[in-house]
């Protein structure tokens, strides 16, 4: 065997990717993609962790139509679905698959009515489904630590009517800031590394600070804009703050500058603009979760990240009416 596969032993891309037409057009096929990529070969029960199960069969010798499996320890019945985001869903599989596909290849999104379309469901349900997937992909930002080396720091508007869009306009009208209607989101950036993006309530030191503690460690360097609730941050980081000064159209020191940050952000609005269109406050962590899972991602190739995402839904739950509610 290849010493390479040896080593990521999940599916190459081309093995991946060339199944997902199949997968997606056979529940049969789908059910045991998702219990491939659960269980591996070493099938076991959600409930007692026993690996003394077996498949279930109907008369005929086939797989049971429910494709339940059934613990010889426990005599429960369970199916792959059990302890998933997919739990409790009467979706079926392949249609799971095909959102997970494409949830985890399209770099700026994929909208629920595309998912409506292609897999004929109502738009309730793909909604659901997506948002269900954005549950998997949300994960601890500081699982492996805290952010470290380089981290950019740097927020951002993002929503809101059009006529609200520009800063300058609004200043020259009078009315006021950019921010008028719209959320706010605060962005971390370790170089070549992590990146977390989070909804606050508002830009004051306090929130700023408390939020940068919290994922950055104490050993890192902090490059940010010359926004004043960034003061002071040079007494908690050792590797010391930097400040790059937009206003006087300074963009680049070196290796300091919120570059990275900034992009990240231009993908984010890019998606939301193009495919998402509206985002509610409520559900808009979730969409930013699911950017940030492909960002963190983006050295897999699109099948690698695809069972990632799989992976990732294992023990998470998201009940339907909170879903769906905007």
Known sequence: ?????????????????????????????????????RWGNAPCCPHCASKDVYKM??????????????????????????????????????????????????KKGVAALEIKRQCQISYKSALFLLNRIRCAMDNNPTDGGKFGGTVEVDETYVGGKAKNMHRSKLEASGIGTGGKGKAMVLGMVQREGKIHRRVITDVSATTLKTAIKELVSPDARVVTDEHPSYRGLAKEFKGGHYVVHHAAHEYVQGDIYTN???SSFAIIKRGLMGVYHAVS??????????????????????????????????????VYADAIRA
């Not at 040896?6 to 219990?35: D, H, T, W, Y």
Request: with cysteine.
């Open 260 to 262: 990275t940050a900034e």
């Open 57 to 106: 069969v109907g008369r005929d010798g086939e797989r049971n139509k429910r494709f339940l499996w059934r613990c010889r320890g426990c005599a429960g019945q369970y199916t792959v679905r059990i302890g998933t985001v997919y739990e409790d869903s009467r979706l079926p599989l392949r249609h799971w698959a095909y959102a997970f596909w494409r949830a985890s290849t399209s």
């Open 1 to 37: 065997m290849n010493k390479k596969l040896n080593k990521r032993p999940e599916l190459a891309k081309s093995e991946i990717i060339g199944a997902m037409p199949v997968v997606c057009g056979n529940e049969l096929a789908a059910v045991e993609f998702f219990e491939s990529q």
């Open 281 to 318: 406050k409520k559900h808009l962590p979730r969409y930013l979760a699911e950017f940030d899972f492909r960002w963190n991602h983006r050295k897999l190739n699109d099948g690698e990240r695809l069972v990632a995402a799989v992976k990732n839904s294992v023990g998470k739950r998201l």
